[in-house]
């Protein structure tokens, strides 16, 4: 999963650190933000002078070749520097938002590493989460976002989790996990004023701001179609059908000849087939409307119903796309000059059965959502034509322009979307007669009201143009009422409304490397009571066991108020590394007094870092029993996975297992036990039998579940104290603890990222 974000992800470096990223537009082509280039050069970050032939900037490509220094220079002829309006070369106020531009291609010397591939672009959707890599391109620093409104030129999106949005994110690529597609390019963020923080608690980014697909095509005309993710759906059929119409050779490499050109990729040439024809359009962003056009050109006169046939197929292929790039271009820059048309509006009366409607502030953008709907019924024209007729016609009361334009590219296109002409002219006198009633209408109600006086109205009264999106300046956004600006939530309460643990807390999310020596991680912080739940640090370079003690130690120092009980600190690790001995850690540098040993001095324990949707369920449905648990012991009997789960399935109301067996088989035991949606299990690492069990049992079933990180913690202190005692249990003694008083980890399939406490 991610993969293909990763093989094309691009650190952008200055001389000494990373400073921003972009992604793999192609072969030696690299996306990124024009001020992320300019901080990457030590100039000013509004800067739009284009940089000197000369200079270069080092880039890094960290997931292939994180040893390997580029270097890139800058395309002229797509640089697009920041600049504070859509037709002029305005400068931005530092920290402004919104501007626009702030583009830039880099050209490496060569083709990227072995093992880099470009990155599939889409336009974004609005019920996809996304997420976005730090300049390092490490995953553990990542944010996760939900677009809200696409406000051109950038989309807005709501941060939901992972760490907070800093300098760095800028030019990185904003990744649908679901689709597995580039939606967009981090450009800004728009933080809390610091007056709305509690005391001590780190700013948290409320929004981020990225520019959308279509607003990079629209803004880089010149800029090669990016690739797409496969299509799957149609292939065949469309195939099948090209078969039956481009009948010899030389009209598969004429339609291959000129799809190539129109998509600046490299023509098959005398091998072209149909097979290489296909491939080539389906591999690209808008590349099946594109060859369309081709073989209309290619095709006779007299058409037929293969022509219907073709477009319908191209429609299963490319669900989301009909108009070829130079189409929207066209229709994009008409658009610019349109200002009496409201983008929501104009969805609403569209799609007035539609469900429901991604918010939308701009006529390009709405345009781009009726592009992706098809004709209801016997209805003859589809809704992106209808969209554009409505704009012309709202256009026609200002002047000849831009309507003559909007009708004639209407027109145009019609003919290559199978509608016909006298459609698009009838529905245009529909709309025209429409209004003109209801104003009739609207004149004689006005007239009644005011006793016949032609020239009353109300006070006021005026008209009504487009839609205006109000912006701020970064440090200017409001609290959502009700929350704070970091996200806390109110305290959680229990079955039948008890209040759950507010025991102070320290949570380090850890990512172990292959060899299992070395590590980074981040550690958040709570203390408690109504104080923010906050990111604390992030390590994104590989460290040592004793520096996470360190780390964990400062923050314990600095960010916690362990009054009246010590912190518990949680380590939430992948299944793979559950038995990692991170009780038994310490640091002898963090302490005056000595070193310092976290599983004695504080409870410590391990969480898992994910849970499927099994899982879940599983711990749901054990946590409803957990006052009348009992507890399971898993043996040597027990070591055949299947055998553990067929106990742990025979048992459900089970809370708490106690694994006792070799610790070669450990691991295995382990993870069925979150499988099945055990949240408490107690193991010794190196000893077993029947004695260990029975005192871990007795451990157990002493006292109640919520205090057994106390009473586990305590068993390591007295193996520290008693020095002769070699073998006392608590020297080797792991808990895994996902109670109910913790919140179970989320459903998203995401291992970076910590929940509330």
Known sequence: MDLPLYRSFVSVRD?????????????????????????????????????APGRTV????????????????????????????????????????????????????????????????????YGNE?????????????????????????VALDVVGGTEVKEGFSGGPLWDRERQAVVGLVVADLQAPPGARPPGAQPAAATLYAISVPAIEAELPDLPPPVVPTARRGVQQLLAVLETILTGPDEIRGCAELLAHRLRRPSPGPG??????????????????????????????????????????????????????????????????????????????????????????????????LEGFDAQGAQPMPPLLQGVVRIGVDESEAGPYPAEDLAAWTERTAVRL?????????????????RAEREREAAAERHRAYGGHRDARPGGWAAVGGAAVGTAPVGTAAAAAGASPNGARPPRRGPGGTRLSRVPRVQVELLPT????????????????????????????????????????????????????????????????????????????????GPFGLGFTRRVVIRTARRSRESYAGWKRRTAALDAARSLVLD???????????????????????????????????????????????????????????????????????????TVRLERAKAVAEVASANHRGRQLSLM???????????????????QP
């Open 15 to 51: 001389a000494e650190r990373a400073v921003g990223a972009g992604v793999l537009l192609g072969d030696d082509t690299v996306l990124t933000c024009a001020h992320v280039v300019n901080s990457a050069l030590g100039r000013d970050r509004y800067d739009q002078t284009l940089p």
């Open 58 to 125: 080092r880039v890094r490509l960290p997931h292939v070749a994180p040893d390997r220094e580029l270097t890139a220079q800058v395309e002229p002829a797509l640089w697009s520097p920041p600049r504070a309006t859509a037709g002029g070369r305005a400068p931005v106020p530092p920290g402004a938002l919104i501007h626009h531009g702030d583009l830039a291609v880099l050209r490496l010397p060569g083709a990227a590493p072995p093992g880099a591939e470009p990155a599939p672009f889409l336009p974004h959707s």
């Open 130 to 154: 996304v997420i976005a890599l730090w300049a390092s391109g490490h995953p553990l620093p990542t944010v996760r976002a939900v677009p809200r409104v696409s406000a051109p030129p950038w």
């Open 272 to 369: 072209a087939d149909l097979d290489r024809l296909v491939g080539l359009a389906v591999g690209v962003r808008r590349g099946v409307p594109e060859l369309l056009q081709a073989v209309w050109e290619q095709m006779p006169a007299d058409r037929g119903p293969q022509w219907e046939r073709l477009r319908r197929v191209a429609r299963a292929v490319s669900p989301g796309e009909c108009l070829t790039h130079g189409q929207r271009r066209g229709l994009t820059g008409l658009l610019a000059h349109c200002g009496r048309t409201d983008a929501r509006e104009l969805l609403t009366a569209v799609l007035p059965h539609a469900i429901e409607l991604p918010a939308v502030t701009g006529l390009a953008d709405a345009v781009g959502v």
């Open 418 to 434: 199978g509608v016909d002409v006298a459609a698009v002219r009838q529905y245009a006198a529909d709309i025209r007669g429409y």
């Open 514 to 593: 292959a060899t299992g020596r070395h590590y980074t991680y981040q550690v958040w912080a709570w203390s408690g009571g109504d104080a923010p739940h906050h990111l604390v640090l992030a390590r994104d370079t590989e460290v040592t066991s004793e520096q996470v003690v360190d780390d964990i130690h400062r923050v314990l120092v600095d960010e916690i108020r362990e009054d009246p009980e010590p912190a518990l600190v949680e380590f939430f690790l992948p299944a793979a590394w559950l038995g990692l001995p991170v009780d038994r850690w310490e640091s002898f540098d963090s302490d005056e007094d």
């Open 636 to 710: 040597h009997d027990c070591t055949d996975r299947k055998v553990a789960r067929a106990r742990l399935e025979m048992q459900p109301e089970v809370g708490t297992v106690i694994v006792c067996c070799e610790p070669r088989h450990h691991g295995a035991l382990l993870r069925q036990c979150v499988q099945a949606g055990v949240h408490t299990v107690l193991w010794h690492r190196e000893e077993h039998g029947e004695s260990i069990a029975a005192g871990l049992l007795e451990l157990v079933e002493g006292g109640h579940h919520t205090q057994l990180p106390e």
């Open 737 to 755: 603890y996902d109670a109910p008083d913790h919140r179970p980890p989320q459903l998203a399939p995401d291992a970076w990222v910590l929940t």
